[in-house]
């Protein structure tokens, strides 16, 4: 246990828990940050943005102030193979008179405008904290403008006062659930959705061909390289595979209640669980041709890739990686993807995970590893150093923390420019691992010690 060897909020100990034994529990999750922790989650929407913004003929309209239109396509980094609307960002730049007199008419002006000018098939609208405090009916405004503009035109209610970033999460799902079953269709062979696929750095890519080989038509990945009429058309699907589970479970529970799509949950990183993907995908269809179709690829693209992950292994194995995530899901798959490479995790946390989820994961990790929930940059900090950790896999706001620990840092969230799915994705993140550890760069850190460096023996290493 840690609660007298981490510096931490009294509050805040119950959430860090080590490994010892067969038994973890319990880890307290699933609850409000703590004032005064500086919690690494983002607010609602946040949550709702990264989760709609993939979409990619759709218009994405932020009713609230400017500041807020920052989140933008790159903060998903979602790769598109047709529209490129959604990398436009549009906002009602709400100023002080707006909040003082309304924004509704300015709301509704601006849909207007966008819509004349660029004709999209649907408009997001978000609302953001400022339209929770002053009242502006963004759903009255989005009906009317809905049928004078012949568009849906879909509230997104994200105003931070609802809670969270998981929070974003259901608004973003209520949000696409308007959009489905809103086109005729029937598919001509079996047809899955993805769900919590969003095409960071091109992964739908690496992924969709082996389906497509094993004769399943992929109606639409919500959201990544999506479009409107894809999505309306998701509730004739056969079956949804859920990978973020954070974000799209919640809809595919919806699916499941009203449509009778049964779902499960799978991942597409690492080479074991994208085998497993899809050996799971073809034994739910129950076609033989099909699960021999399965059987070949992953014999065949396993030989293939087997020999570059091994070298990889060589050169990280025994090394020591820390996990931080926004959802449980990435954080399982890496795991075991470390468990490849022959790595061992140290460290284990998330933003949103659940109890289930810290089950999972404490049922996979080693004695010894530490588990956190909701950690905050100080916590982080204090871990990386006890643990020893060589490497911190985690996002963009814990990137130069890391860097200023000396320690080496892998980029696995929205930000990310290098496909880590399917089996290709597995060697190019064993290839990342090792140019990142290995890096000379690293050395540098003696100078905190001290030491003295010969820079051209560094550069010639």
């Known amino acids: 246990m840690l609660e007298n060897k981490i510096v931490t909020l009294d509050e805040r100990r119950k959430h860090i828990q080590r490994k010892e034994g067969e038994i973890l529990l319990p880890v307290i999750c699933n609850s409000d940050s703590l004032a005064g922790a500086v919690s690494q ?12 913004n993939p979409i990619t003929d759709a218009l994405h309209l932020v009713h609230g102030p400017i500041g807020c239109a920052s989140y933008t396509w790159d903060i998903r980094g979602s790769m598109t193979s047709g529209a490129t609307l959604y990398k436009n960002s549009f906002s009602t730049d709400m100023k002080e008179i707006n909040v003082v007199f ?39 405004v989005c009906n009317a403008s809905s049928k004078e503009l012949n568009i849906p035109v879909i509230p997104v209610l994200s105003e ?22 809103t086109r005729v269709h029937t598919p001509q062979k079996p047809a899955i959705n993805l769900l919590g696929e969003y095409n960071v750095a091109g992964d739908l890519w690496n992924i969709k061909p082996y389906f497509e080989e094993m004769g399943i038509d992929i ?20 079956l949804n595979l859920v990978q973020c589970s954070g974000s799209m479970t919640y809809l595919a529970k919806m699916l499941e209640e009203k449509y009778g799509i049964p779902y499960l949950k799978a991942s597409f990183f690492g080479t074991n669980d994208m085998s497993k993907a899809l050996m799971t995908t073809a034994k739910f269809f129950n076609d033989p041709l099909m699960v021999q179709k399965a059987e070949e690829i992953i014999k065949r693209e396993t030989a293939r890739t087997a020999p570059l992950i091994e070298y990889y292994r060589s050169r990280v ?41 810290y089950e999972e994961i404490g049922c996979l990790v080693n004695n010894g590893t530490v588990i956190i929930d909701d950690a905050n940059p100080l916590e982080l900090r204090e871990l ?3 643990q020893k950790a060589n490497l911190l896999v985690s996002g963009v706001k814990e990137r130069f923390l890391s860097y200023k620990l000396g320690i080496p840092f892998c980029d696995f969230n929205h930000d990310r420019t290098i496909t880590f799915e399917g089996f290709d994705g597995m060697v190019n993140f064993a290839h990342e691992i090792d140019t990142t550890i290995n890096s000379p760069v690293w050395k540098l850190h003696v100078m905190r010690t001290g030491g003295l460096i010969n820079v051209e023996e560094l550069c010639n290493s």
Do not use: W
């Open 219 to 238: 109606i639409v990945s919500m959201t990544g390289d999506s479009c409107v009429e894809d999505i309306r058309k998701a509730h004739t699907a056969h």
């Open 41 to 52: 989650r983002a607010c609602v929407y946040s949550g709702a943005r990264v989760v709609l």
């Open 384 to 386: 990386l150093t006890r």
């Open 102 to 140: 309304g924004g509704e008419k300015k709301l509704a002006n601006a849909l207007r405008e966008l819509v004349m000018k660029y004709h999209p098939p649907a408009v997001f609208v978000y609302s953001t904290c400022i339209v929770g405090i002053i009242g502006d009916d963004l759903r009255a």
């Open 317 to 357: 194995s025994g090394r020591r990686a820390a996990i931080y995530m926004g959802g449980a899901a990435k954080a399982v798959s890496l795991v075991k993807a470390f468990r490849e490479l022959g790595m061992d995790v140290v460290i284990i946390g998330t933003q949103t995970g659940k109890k289930d989820d």
């Open 160 to 181: 931070g006062f609802r809670g969270n970033k998981r929070m974003g999460y259901k608004a973003a799902c209520h949000a696409i659930f308007e959009l489905i079953g």
